[in-house]
Protein backbone atom coordinates (compact mmCIF):
# COMPACT_ATOMS: atom_id res chain seq x y z
CA UNK A 1 0.00 0.00 0.00
CA UNK A 2 1.23 3.64 -1.34
CA UNK A 3 1.54 5.84 2.16
CA UNK A 4 -0.22 8.65 1.55
CA UNK A 5 1.96 12.50 0.87
CA UNK A 6 1.11 15.73 1.89
CA UNK A 7 0.41 17.51 -1.39
CA UNK A 8 3.39 19.28 -2.14
CA UNK A 9 4.96 16.10 -1.82
CA UNK A 10 5.29 13.92 -5.51
CA UNK A 11 6.33 10.07 -5.67
CA UNK A 12 7.92 9.72 -8.66
CA UNK A 13 7.31 5.93 -9.57
CA UNK A 14 9.39 5.00 -13.24
CA UNK A 15 9.30 1.36 -14.36
CA UNK A 16 12.92 -0.10 -15.41
CA UNK A 17 16.14 0.58 -12.62
CA UNK A 18 13.27 2.00 -9.93
CA UNK A 19 11.77 -1.15 -9.90
CA UNK A 20 15.03 -3.17 -10.24
CA UNK A 21 16.88 -1.29 -7.35
CA UNK A 22 13.89 -1.06 -5.09
CA UNK A 23 14.69 2.98 -4.01
CA UNK A 24 11.93 5.50 -3.49
CA UNK A 25 11.92 9.22 -4.92
CA UNK A 26 10.26 11.91 -3.42
CA UNK A 27 10.00 15.55 -4.86
CA UNK A 28 9.09 18.56 -2.95
CA UNK A 29 7.38 20.69 -5.62
CA UNK A 30 7.85 23.63 -2.89
CA UNK A 31 11.50 23.88 -2.98
CA UNK A 32 12.11 21.53 -5.59
CA UNK A 33 14.24 19.23 -3.33
CA UNK A 34 14.81 15.60 -3.93
CA UNK A 35 14.90 13.01 -1.36
CA UNK A 36 15.55 9.08 -3.02
CA UNK A 37 16.07 6.63 -0.23
CA UNK A 38 16.47 2.81 -0.63
CA UNK A 39 16.04 0.17 2.32
CA UNK A 40 19.45 -2.07 1.99
CA UNK A 41 18.94 -5.86 1.13
CA UNK A 42 22.03 -8.54 0.22
CA UNK A 43 20.99 -7.91 -3.74
CA UNK A 44 22.36 -4.27 -3.08
CA UNK A 45 25.77 -5.30 -1.59
CA UNK A 46 29.29 -6.37 -3.04
CA UNK A 47 31.02 -8.79 -2.94
CA UNK A 48 32.76 -7.58 0.41
CA UNK A 49 29.57 -7.41 1.71
CA UNK A 50 28.77 -3.07 1.51
CA UNK A 51 26.78 -1.25 -0.23
CA UNK A 52 27.61 -1.20 -3.97
CA UNK A 53 29.11 1.85 -5.75
CA UNK A 54 27.05 1.46 -8.49
CA UNK A 55 24.11 1.60 -6.52
CA UNK A 56 25.61 4.66 -4.84
CA UNK A 57 26.12 6.58 -8.18
CA UNK A 58 22.77 5.25 -9.30
CA UNK A 59 21.00 7.05 -5.95
CA UNK A 60 23.29 10.16 -6.01
CA UNK A 61 21.99 10.63 -10.05
CA UNK A 62 18.24 9.93 -9.13
CA UNK A 63 18.31 12.51 -6.61
CA UNK A 64 20.54 15.25 -8.60
CA UNK A 65 18.39 14.60 -11.68
CA UNK A 66 15.11 14.93 -10.34
CA UNK A 67 16.55 18.27 -8.60
CA UNK A 68 17.88 19.54 -12.20
CA UNK A 69 14.48 18.89 -13.37
CA UNK A 70 12.87 20.38 -10.90
CA UNK A 71 15.07 23.83 -11.37
CA UNK A 72 14.03 23.82 -14.82
CA UNK A 73 10.50 23.87 -14.20
CA UNK A 74 8.47 22.31 -10.79
CA UNK A 75 5.56 21.74 -12.27
CA UNK A 76 6.25 19.65 -15.71
CA UNK A 77 9.46 18.18 -14.03
CA UNK A 78 11.19 18.07 -17.94
CA UNK A 79 13.15 15.59 -19.00
CA UNK A 80 17.06 15.57 -19.08
CA UNK A 81 19.94 13.67 -19.59
CA UNK A 82 23.14 13.45 -16.97
CA UNK A 83 26.19 15.19 -18.87
CA UNK A 84 28.22 14.25 -16.09
CA UNK A 85 28.11 12.94 -12.47
CA UNK A 86 31.10 13.10 -10.33
CA UNK A 87 30.91 10.78 -7.31
CA UNK A 88 33.20 10.50 -4.10
CA UNK A 89 32.92 7.72 -2.15
CA UNK A 90 33.57 8.15 1.70
CA UNK A 91 32.14 5.72 3.87
CA UNK A 92 30.66 2.30 3.59
CA UNK A 93 27.10 0.83 5.06
CA UNK A 94 26.21 -2.68 5.04
CA UNK A 95 22.40 -2.29 6.26
CA UNK A 96 19.57 -0.09 6.93
CA UNK A 97 17.92 3.24 4.90
CA UNK A 98 20.14 5.30 2.96
CA UNK A 99 19.09 8.30 1.42
CA UNK A 100 20.28 10.32 -1.50
CA UNK A 101 19.32 14.36 -1.37
CA UNK A 102 20.51 17.23 -4.10
CA UNK A 103 20.65 20.95 -4.25
CA UNK A 104 21.26 22.71 -7.39
CA UNK A 105 24.27 25.21 -6.98
CA UNK A 106 23.17 26.95 -10.85
CA UNK A 107 22.67 26.95 -13.99
CA UNK A 108 20.81 28.09 -17.36
CA UNK A 109 17.75 27.46 -19.66
CA UNK A 110 18.76 24.12 -20.49
CA UNK A 111 21.94 23.16 -17.74
CA UNK A 112 21.85 22.44 -14.94
CA UNK A 113 24.15 22.19 -11.59
CA UNK A 114 23.53 20.03 -8.81
CA UNK A 115 25.53 18.67 -5.49
CA UNK A 116 24.45 15.65 -4.02
CA UNK A 117 24.99 13.47 -0.67
CA UNK A 118 24.24 9.95 0.81
CA UNK A 119 23.26 9.44 4.42
CA UNK A 120 23.10 6.28 6.36
CA UNK A 121 19.72 6.59 9.02
CA UNK A 122 22.10 8.53 11.67
CA UNK A 123 23.40 10.92 9.29
CA UNK A 124 26.72 9.90 8.80
CA UNK A 125 27.90 10.90 5.51
CA UNK A 126 28.37 7.98 2.41
CA UNK A 127 29.45 9.74 -0.83
CA UNK A 128 28.66 13.00 -2.91
CA UNK A 129 28.28 13.70 -5.90
CA UNK A 130 28.42 16.54 -8.40
CA UNK A 131 26.59 16.34 -11.52
CA UNK A 132 25.83 18.51 -14.59
CA UNK A 133 22.25 17.89 -16.18
CA UNK A 134 21.09 18.99 -19.57
CA UNK A 135 17.10 19.35 -20.51
CA UNK A 136 15.92 17.76 -23.38
CA UNK A 137 13.50 17.95 -25.56
CA UNK A 138 11.44 15.03 -25.85
CA UNK A 139 12.54 13.67 -29.85
CA UNK A 140 9.66 12.47 -32.24
CA UNK A 141 10.21 9.84 -34.66
CA UNK A 142 11.39 10.25 -38.51
CA UNK A 143 10.15 7.84 -40.91
CA UNK A 144 13.43 5.78 -42.02
CA UNK A 145 13.89 5.66 -46.11
Known amino acids: MTAKHPVHILEINNPGCQQLVG ?16 DLNPSHLNG ?3 LHGGIVATLLDVACGNTAASFFDRE ?9 LN ?10 RVT ?32 VFKRVRKATRRAVD
Open 76 to 84: THPSLVTVS
Open 23 to 38: YRTLVDTRDGSCEVSL
Open 48 to 50: LGV
Open 100 to 131: ATAQATGGGRSIAYVNGELRDETGVLLATATG
Open 87 to 96: TTYIAAAKSG
